[in-house]
Every structure is written in structure tokens, then in C-alpha cells.
């Protein structure tokens, strides 16, 4: 809730650093931060949410725009592999 009301005002945000917080429930975040559709690079390090099972391809899913995760460039072959565990759909396949 925090993090919704923090970033509630920022719709077109594109850099955005919330590294070594106590950021826990990565879904939350998740809900939260789809809603930036202009964010382009996130760094989420050293919070427990990043700990969690599959992170950087949950995140790279949630945030189809996102070009830089944790300081690592998102790379094409990455966000393929986000789709197919998550279930979108690729432009390949249609």
C-alpha cells in the first residue's frame, strides 16, 4: 500500500530505484508497478520480493516495457521465456 500511494502521481516515471528496501510481496508490487507503462529500468535488489521463485521473469512478464531489470539489460530471449511460463501469447505465434 506504501508503494501504490508513493507512486500513484508518477504515470510516466521511467527509471525508478527501490533497491534495499523491505519490499516483500513481489505480486503486490507487481499490481502496483503495471501501471507505470512508461517504465523503462527498476532496480529491485536486496528486497525480500526479489528472493521470491522466478522474480526476474514474473517481472519481466508484469512489465512488458521494461528494458533494464536490477541493473542487467532484459534481454528478447528472456522475455520469450516470461511469455511462455506466464502464458502470453507471442508475436511469433500468431
Known sequence: ETLAGSLRCFKFLHTLHLGDNRLAN????LG?????????????????????ENY?????????????????????KEKLQAELMFGRKTAAAK
Not at 26 to 29: F, H, I, Q, S, T
Not at 32 to 52: I, V, W
Not at 56 to 74: E, H, K, S
Open 56 to 76: 526476474r521473469f514474473r517481472v519481466i512478464f508484469a512489465l512488458p516495457g521494461l528494458q533494464m531489470l536490477d541493473d542487467a539489460t532484459v534481454k528478447p
Open 26 to 29: 513481489l505480486n503486490k508490487c
Open 32 to 52: 502496483t508497478l503495471s501501471r507505470l507503462t512508461h517504465l523503462r529500468s527498476l532496480n529491485m535488489r536486496n528486497n525480500p520480493a526479489s528472493q521470491e
